[in-house]
Nanobody, 124 residues
Framework: QVQLVESGGGLVQAGGSLRLSCAAS????????MGWFSQAPGKEREFVAA????????YYADSVKGRFTISRDNAKNTAYLQMNSLKPEDTAVYYC?????????????????WGQGTQVTVSS
């Protein structure tokens, strides 16, 4: 139903910022809750942040609270992850995902659609 493409990743120094974007195709973007996940080599895919379809409810992993902000612009069919105060531990491939689940979705299997991922590398 939805195709997602992430962009905005790159190399940044510790303490710096990046803004990831997730462009969605399809005409029902506003019907989906959105999430961001990260996956480092050899690690499980981990929850980062989630946002309700209305944009009124957010959830964050403890590790990113106060540093990352998830948002969406339904008029542009785009979700965002503003990443501030980046740490080397944040280095990972970041994926955006969409789900029809209307509750709190923090596990990968709760999401139906995934982007291809964008690499974020934070140097120390």
């Amino acid at each position: 139903q939805v195709q997602l493409v992430e962009s905005g990743g790159g190399l940044v120094q510790a303490g710096g910022s990046l803004r990831l974007s997730c462009a969605a195709s399809g005409r029902t973007f506003s019907s989906y809750a959105m999430g961001w996940f990260s996956q480092a080599p050899g690690k499980e895919r981990e929850f980062v942040a989630a946002l309700s379809s209305s944009g009124g409810t957010t959830y964050y992993a403890d590790s990113v609270k106060g540093r990352f902000t998830i948002s969406r612009d339904n008029a542009k069919n785009t979700a965002y992850l503003q990443m501030n105060s980046l740490k080397p531990e944040d280095t990972a491939v970041y994926y955006c995902a969409a789900t029809v689940f209307r509750g709190r979705a923090v596990r990968p299997h709760e999401y139906d659609y995934w982007g291809q991922g964008t690499q974020v590398t934070v140097s120390s």
